[in-house]
């Protein structure tokens, strides 16, 4: 009868230690946020407050330019496709631009964040609008997100 139950619970720590590899508490890696007329290349971090709620902060360089981005994300199962999550949220950008006024901006976003079972990597991309608040710089609809990070659980 032990020896059962010691294969029973090695089985149930088997069973947890897989179900953690398709979730991650937080995640650091490359980002790139394109713009029409810029694209920015830097580092991407986020951070699962919750098994939903994630906050994401990006900083991006470009020639003579620098973008920093906080975002907060609902992030959910897609379609119940292992791995696989939607998301969408909403933050601020700020673009400081070198010997020219700085732009803020805000930026919801739609994507897509894949996480393969056993594989530290995740990938995402997201459609990120900018909706520009400051006086200086123009609203772009066809920006976009993408993002390679190692996964920390």
Same mark, same amino acid.
């Given at each position: 009868m032990r020896k059962l139950l010691l294969v029973f619970a090695i089985g149930m720590l088997g069973h947890l230690a897989v179900k953690a590899q398709t979730n991650y508490r937080a995640a650091l890696g490359l980002g790139v946020d394109l713009y029409d007329e810029?694209?920015?290349?830097?580092?991407?971090?986020?951070?699962?407050?919750?098994?939903?709620?994630?906050?994401?902060?990006?900083?991006?360089f470009e020639d003579n330019a620098t973008i920093a981005t906080f975002l907060y994300s609902y992030h959910k199962e897609f379609f119940r496709a292992k791995g696989l999550r939607w998301y969408a949220g909403v933050g601020p950008s700020i673009i400081f631009i070198k010997n020219s006024d700085n732009i803020f901006a805000l930026r919801p976003h739609l994507g897509l964040d894949f996480k393969?079972? /056993?594989?530290?990597? @995740?990938?995402? =991309?997201?459609?990120?609008?900018?909706?520009?608040?400051?006086?200086? /710089?123009?609203?772009? @609809?066809?920006? =976009?997100?993408?993002?390679?990070?190692?996964?920390?659980?």
């Open positions: 810029a694209t920015f290349f830097g580092a991407t971090g986020k951070y699962f407050f919750s098994d939903n709620h994630v906050g994401q902060g990006d900083l991006g393969v079972d /056993g594989v530290p990597f @995740v990938i995402n =991309f997201d459609w990120r609008p900018s909706v520009v608040l400051s006086e200086f /710089g123009d609203n772009q @609809v066809a920006a =976009f997100g993408f993002g390679l990070q190692f996964a920390i659980n």
